[in-house]
């Protein structure tokens, strides 16, 4: 290989490493005891009444492999004492959960994680809690909610009138 051709290959290697990922990097990254745990979600920022996806990633904190099949939980309180948690679901993909939040009302949440690798042991917290914003969305029951505008018309349908009766004295 010539040196020219040797540089226009490193250049573009480097060119290709440089390039944006997939998605903006909104990561949160956390540890407990045991584990590295990294997480996002696929709204940002999360707006209530809708459901906030969540997917979780987490490893060994020594060794960095992939913890499979433990269990964990998501949780969040707001400063009226409001509090929501959902369970991880496992995979597909090794050492990832999913877990889905709807926040009832906007404003500032403080959240957190727990986790364990198995039922006999304890879960363990994540050492700091964040605080997640959470915008206005749209109002549960609004026009763009297609079952809530669908459902007085099948209900309309699905009870039909009740036949008359008369009664001759």
């Known amino acids: 290989m010539t040196n020219r051709?040797?540089?226009?290959?490193l250049v573009l290697a480097a060119a290709a490493a440089c390039s944006p990922p997939d998605r903006p990097n909104t990561d949160i990254r956390m540890w407990t005891q045991d584990f590295e745990i990294r997480a996002w979600s696929d709204v940002t920022p999360p707006v209530s009444l809708e459901p906030i996806h969540y997917t979780i990633v987490v490893r060994d904190k020594k060794t960095k492999e992939p913890i499979a099949d433990g269990q964990g939980r998501i949780y969040a309180?707001?400063?009226?004492?409001?509090?929501?948690w959902d369970g991880f679901r496992y995979g597909p993909e090794v050492g990832t959960y999913h877990a889905t939040l709807m926040f009832p009302a906007a404003g500032d949440w403080a959240m957190g994680m727990q986790f364990r690798r198995d039922s006999t042991q304890l879960l363990?917290?994540?050492?700091?809690?964040?605080?997640?914003t959470v915008y206005v969305g749209d109002e549960y029951g609004s026009a763009s909610d297609t079952a809530a505008t669908a459902a007085p018309d099948t209900a309309a349908k699905a009870a039909p009138a009740p036949p008359a009766t008369?009664?001759?004295?």
């Open 166 to 169: 008369t009664k001759k004295p």
């Open 124 to 132: 363990q917290k994540t050492v700091e809690d964040w605080r997640q």
């Open 5 to 9: 051709l040797r540089l226009s290959l």
């Open 77 to 84: 309180t707001n400063a009226d004492g409001i509090t929501k």
